[in-house]
Structure formats: structure tokens, C-alpha cells
């Protein structure tokens, strides 16, 4: 089943054009005969809940803050809260503080504003698509920036390019939005791609080791 055949890019691209617009208490010792304890693992992000529409939503989380800064900077913040039936592939601040340093400062330049429109409109695909949808299936999907991703529902999770959905169906009043795990880019390949090419290496095209 391929997903792309769910939209037509004339519809994208009809979207895209309307975008141009206190101390804690000190705890007790621990009992001698208590087990050395081991080191606490690392917290969980707090689940995203509806509140309204996709950025109200984003603003509400608290997760979303980069995302919600590089919207009001392309004049998208609108568009996300007034279109209906948008689907939102959103990174979290973390995704966006994992890029390479330095990529996300120059993004926002005002100079590469239409760059940055670009990436965010990679996010987002013009029909609801709720994870029902990606079950089984595997194929690519236009966005509204005029170029598609690669959602794969085949295994376990749900994957789009090399993001892993790390939530799904946060059903806003206007829209679904889907948190990921890393921020998608145009022309990145995909995990699936990714994984062919590397299992397509063999010894034998290996370079030898170099001698010592």
C-alpha cells in the first residue's frame, strides 16, 4: 500500500501558497543495610495533550518552543492555526538541539528565512492522517513543501525518513499532530534507504586495514 496515492501534490502546493503570509529538602541517610542504589534513569518527556488548535497545542506542551519561534519567523504560525485538516510531523526542542552546531542559528537568519520555511513545510502534509493510516503500510507522502517523506508503519513503530514517531494521533482542533524524534530535511535519506546502502557493503568492497 503506498501512502502518496492518500494526496496530490497540487493540493500541497495550493497549501504552501497561502503560507507567504526552592531548595528540596534534605532527604535521610540511607539505611546501612540498603543496596547501593543505581543511577536514575533518565526522565521521560511529559505527553503532549490536545489543547485547542496545532499551535496552541505546541505552545501548551512546552516541548515545542523552537518549532513555535521558527513558525512565527515564516509567517506559518497562521496557517497552522487557521488550516484545517493539516497533518504536523513536529520535533520536539530536543530534535532540534540534537542538529550539527551552529545549523539551527544560521536558519534563522533573517536571510534564509525562505530555507527555513522550506524545512517546516517538510513537516507538514495537507490531510489528516492519523496513525490508523501508517499501519502496514510503507510508501512516500507529499508535504507541503512540494517534496515527500518516507512514512514506514511496517515494523514495530512508526518511522518518517530516519524520525522515529515517538507520539502519535495528538488529535488538535484543527489538525493531528505526531511528535518525532529528529528534525526532517529535505533530500535526507531515508532509515529504510539508509539500511539497504549499508547492507549492500561487503567485505570484500571494504578498504583493506591499513598495516601497522
Known amino acids: 500500500m503506498y501512502l502518496y496515492r492518500l494526496l496530490t501534490a497540487a493540493a500541497a502546493a495550493a497549501l504552501i501558497s497561502g503560507a507567504a503570509q526552592a531548595q528540596p529538602a534534605e532527604a535521610p541517610p540511607a539505611p546501612a543495610a540498603a543496596a547501593p542504589t543505581s543511577e536514575a534513569p533518565a526522565m521521560q518527556a511529559p505527553k503532549v495533550v490536545a489543547n485547542g ?89 507529499p508535504t507541503v513543501a512540494g517534496t515527500t517523506v518516507e512514512i514506514d508503519g511496517s515494523g514495530d513503530h512508526v518511522m518518517v525518513n530516519n524520525a522515529d514517531v515517538v507520539q502519535a494521533d495528538v488529535m488538535a482542533t484543527n489538525g493531528i499532530v505526531h511528535v518525532i524524534d529528529k528534525v526532517l530535511t529535505p533530500g535526507a535519506p531515508s532509515a529504510a534507504a539508509s539500511g539497504a546502502a549499508a547492507s549492500a557493503t561487503t567485505p570484500e568492497t571494504q578498504a583493506p586495514a591499513t598495516p601497522q
Open 53 to 141: 488548535d496545532i499551535i496552541e497545542t505546541a505552545r501548551a506542551s512546552g516541548q515545542f518552543k523552537t518549532f513555535i519561534k521558527a513558525a512565527d519567523a515564516t509567517n506559518l504560525t497562521g496557517l497552522l492555526k487557521q488550516t484545517k485538516n493539516l497533518t504536523v510531523f513536529a520535533p520536539t526542542d530536543a530534535a532540534f538541539a540534537a542538529l550539527p552546531p551552529g545549523e539551527l542559528d544560521k536558519l534563522l537568519l533573517p536571510e534564509n528565512k525562505a530555507q527555513l520555511q522550506k524545512l517546516l513545510t517538510y513537516h507538514i502534509v495537507n490531510a489528516r492522517l492519523d496513525s490508523s493510516k501508517f499501519a502496514g503500510a510503507k510508501g512516500p507522502v
